[in-house]
């Protein structure tokens, strides 16, 4: 099996090859160095040129705020680029992996989101994502869209690593408490990952740590494992007003997984835990 892993540079990409490369897979990554993904062009050419089995595509425009701005940018590349891609693994016959987000859903009430729950996206970010499964569906049978949220891991900014950075100058950080939803360390997303490309169990699913927490319980979570005195007051989300909607309810259902044999992801509080010390040896 041959795996091509677009976003390498990014949190996820740099993980999944990673696990890929443990496991003895072969594969590739690339970056916007390599292509740009709307370039179709230079795409098919570079894609085409490795012949994958397998495309990751976790690749995307993640800037949520700027994306209410530049809306048409965001859409070429989380839509536009991946029916790029999808397009490519159709002509190739490979499986294709698509990240989307729970930004697809409209983010009220408080019920987990199933995987076939109505969409409807609350920003610009959301659509786009949203769109782009919406072509991988269209175009493939192969396919796996798995939806993800609140990610972090060693190669990128995170939430964790902000949360760290103000620590050092800070004894009290306000931090929201009506947005609920699940972390994601890409570490364990990207064994589950491994596990879905070598798998013929296509189909959308959901993809985050076990357990469900608000932005304020997280931080003091980060704060108490990594042994800091900062102190986490609670606020609305009004007290942080930004360009894009944010949704209040991130929660999503495993039950996609677990109808198809594959292994849940840890608690997000043994993940915390794990990336501390996985930053700590980073140094």
Not at 66 to 74: G, I, L, N
Request: with cysteine.
């Amino acid at each position: 099996m041959k795996v091509l892993v677009t976003g390498v540079t990014g949190q996820l990409g740099h993980d999944c090859v990673e696990e890929l490369q443990r496991r003895g897979i072969e594969c590739r990554g690339v970056s916007s160095k390599d292509f740009s993904l709307t370039d179709a062009a230079k795409a098919r050419e570079v894609v085409t040129a490795y012949a994958p089995d397998v495309v990751m595509h976790c690749a995307a425009w993640t800037a949520v705020d700027k994306a209410e701005s530049e809306r048409e940018t965001c859409e070429e590349v989380n839509a536009g680029g991946t029916r790029i891609m999808a397009e490519i693994c159709r002509d190739l016959g490979a499986k294709m992996i698509y990240i989307s987000t729970d930004y697809v859903f409209p983010g009220t009430g408080t019920e987990p989101w199933q995987t076939d729950s109505p969409k409807a996206p609350c920003n610009a970010y959301g659509a786009s994502k949203l769109h782009g499964e919406q072509a991988v569906q269209e175009l493939l049978d192969q396919y796996f869209i798995v939806r993800i949220s609140w990610v972090f891991g060693i190669n990128g900014k995170n939430f964790i690593r902000t949360m760290l950075r103000l620590s050092e100058n800070h004894d009290k950080l306000t931090v929201v408490d009506d947005q609920v939803g699940s972390p994601t360390y890409t570490r364990d997303l990207a064994v589950l990952l491994a596990d879905m490309a070598a798998s013929d169990k296509y189909g959308v699913y959901h993809a985050t740590n076990e357990g469900y927490c608000s932005w304020a319980e997280f931080a003091a979570e980060i704060f108490r494992q990594a042994g800091k005195a900062t102190v986490v007051e609670p606020v609305p989300s009004t007290a942080y007003p930004t360009p894009a909607v944010r949704p209040k309810n991130s929660r999503m259902s495993k039950a996609g997984l677990d109808a198809a044999g594959f292994h849940r992801l840890p608690a997000w509080q043994d993940a915390v835990g794990r990336y501390l010390q996985e930053l700590s040896n980073e140094g």
